[in-house]
């Protein structure tokens, strides 16, 4: 009966659009236009003169709302043979060769073009400054923003000692931990004004520098890395998420791992708990993904619930498909157009995103509850997290035309691939606004075997 009922007419030729520029964005551009003013600013503020050098700050900001770095590494390369006399908050990851600095201590790094990293949580307080010490972790703006900022100090020596005879580090890099910002060059700016903690006197740097990291998801990942399946309570239908949308599986079905086209991995199908656990404790790499026909590390399912008078419901499961990657203060980022009239999340902290001001509010941004869900476990029994959004709607709503999904999904800040929207179940025919009660009763038991299924 619910089969019947719940029977497909075409899509609407306009989801077709959103479709093909859905499909077209991924990694094309730096512009993000969900954060148009999202970047990473690198500060270095020069505070004291020494003998041979100068002592700086240096501030790593992330201005962007929904993407963090699981792992700053900040490179450069010196303008003459400057060297690293010691660090604070963080440190160079080569000392490279100090033969013609044999002093005791010796200098932290004469490397020429040094790699700073964050410390572990816990330092002694000789090693760490204000901002630091959180194993490279940068938050993303909007879910934490008083972690959004990591600060170390450096004192560098070999270099002039007034502000004419010093040489602006070069060829700034920004890994995080692997590529994917493109930094410009440092400039002299205005100096910073540091006030101080009572407010009533300000001091400043010597001199300022600064520069700019943008992001471009085609540099951190050629390949998508998260897509989205869909199912909605009036239909049977569920959309899966593109074949290949992420990488193409392995053509081997036979039991334990498969290597990956293109990659040094490896996966295992998803029910193969034997060949897992033995892949596990035998193999040297041991497997990193599930094999699925999208090879998505990530899958995000957007099931479109129910229906009421004055509201209607949606649930979003996110699965970790990464065997060996647990995601740490994960986030989602949705647009759907009726975000303007969201109501509330049950299971996830929510923010309303507002990326072209008053013109429209249509993004909003998800993330876990702290010792509840804001931990995505690797791939298993517990590598999911889930939450319902429930949106208040006027009389004029329609679950026509694509409403029920959303346009956009980025997870961790990264664009999700969507299915092709004139594959999304459509409305039974004949009904222009579903009546809650009836499409609810006749297709309680299609969500219920959906929401089963959705969790791989
Ligand atoms: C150096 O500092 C002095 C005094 O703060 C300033 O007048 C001068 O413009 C600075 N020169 C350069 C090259 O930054
Ligand atoms: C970098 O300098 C520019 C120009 O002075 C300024 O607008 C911007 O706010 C500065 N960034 C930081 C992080 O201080
Ligand atoms: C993920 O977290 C669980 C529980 O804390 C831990 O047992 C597991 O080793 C972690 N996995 C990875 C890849 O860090
Ligand atoms: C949001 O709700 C208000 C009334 O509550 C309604 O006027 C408006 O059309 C709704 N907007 C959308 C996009 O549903
Ligand atoms: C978007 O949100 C802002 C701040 O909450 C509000 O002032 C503005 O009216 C909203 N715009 C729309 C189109 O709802
Ligand atoms: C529903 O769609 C089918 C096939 O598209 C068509 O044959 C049927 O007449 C439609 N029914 C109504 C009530 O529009």
């Known amino acids: 009966m619910a089969g019947s009922f719940c029977h497909l007419v075409r899509s609407p030729w306009f989801l077709v659009v959103i479709g093909l520029v859905v499909v077209s964005l991924p990694g094309a551009v730096t512009y993000d236009a969900l954060d148009p003013d999202g970047k990473i600013m690198i500060r270095w503020d020069i505070i004291s003169w020494t003998g041979d050098g100068y002592t700086a700050t240096v501030n790593i900001i992330n201005t962007q709302q929904y993407r963090g770095i699981r792992s700053y590494r900040l490179g450069w390369k010196w303008a003459k043979k400057e060297i690293i006399w010691t660090m604070q908050g963080a440190q160079a990851t080569e000392q490279g060769d100090c033969t013609r600095h044999p002093t005791n201590p010796p200098p932290h790094s004469c490397s020429l073009t040094p790699a700073i990293i964050d410390l572990l949580p816990g330092q002694p307080y000789n090693l760490q400054s204000a901002n630091c010490c959180r194993d490279g972790v940068i938050a993303a703006a909007a879910l934490d923003p008083k972690n959004s900022v990591s600060t170390f100090q450096i004192t560098v020596g070999n270099t002039g000692v007034t ?43 010597y001199v300022t520098w600064n520069a700019t990291c943008q992001y471009s998801q085609n540099i951190a990942h050629p390949a998508p890395v998260c897509c989205v399946s869909i199912s909605a309570f009036y239909s049977p239908k569920i959309v899966p998420c593109p074949d290949c949308a992420c990488n193409c599986p392995p053509k081997s079905t036979t039991p334990g791992p498969h290597a990956l086209a293109g990659t040094d991995q490896t996966c295992i199908a998803p029910n193969d708990q034997q060949a897992l656990q033995n892949a596990l404790l035998k193999e040297k790499k041991p497997p990193s993904l599930f094999c699925t026909k999208d090879m998505c590390p990530v899958k995000i399912h957007w099931h479109l619930k129910e229906n009421y008078k004055q509201y209607w419901r949606a649930k979003m499961t996110i699965t970790n498909r990464n065997l060996q990657v647990n995601y740490t203060n994960w986030n989602l980022v949705v647009q759907h157009p009726n975000f303007v009239n969201f109501t509330r999340a049950f299971s996830f902290t929510e923010k309303s995103l507002t990326p072209y001001g008053d013109i429209a509010n249509d993004t909003a941004m998800f993330w876990g509850v702290k010792y509840y869900n804001d931990m995505l476990m ?10 319902e959004v ?56 299609v969500s219920f075997a959906v929401s089963l299924t959705s969790l791989f």
């Open 378 to 387: 690797q791939a298993g029994p517990e590598g999911n997290v889930q939450s």
């Open 163 to 205: 502000n004419t005879t010093i040489n602006i580090p070069q060829k700034l890099t920004l890994g995080s931990p692997g590529p994917g910002y493109t930094c410009s060059a440092l400039k002299k700016v205005t100096q910073t004004k540091f006030p101080s903690s009572d407010g009533k006197r300000t001091t400043q740097a």
């Open 390 to 445: 429930l949106f208040a709607k006027d009389s004029t709503f329609t679950l026509r035309n694509g409403w029920g999904f959303p346009s956009h999904v980025y997870f961790n800040g990264d664009l999700c691939i969507l299915p092709d929207p004139s594959d999304y179940p459509s409305l039974p025919n004949g009904s222009s606004k579903l009546r809650g009660g009836l499409a609810l009763l006749v297709c309680t038991l």
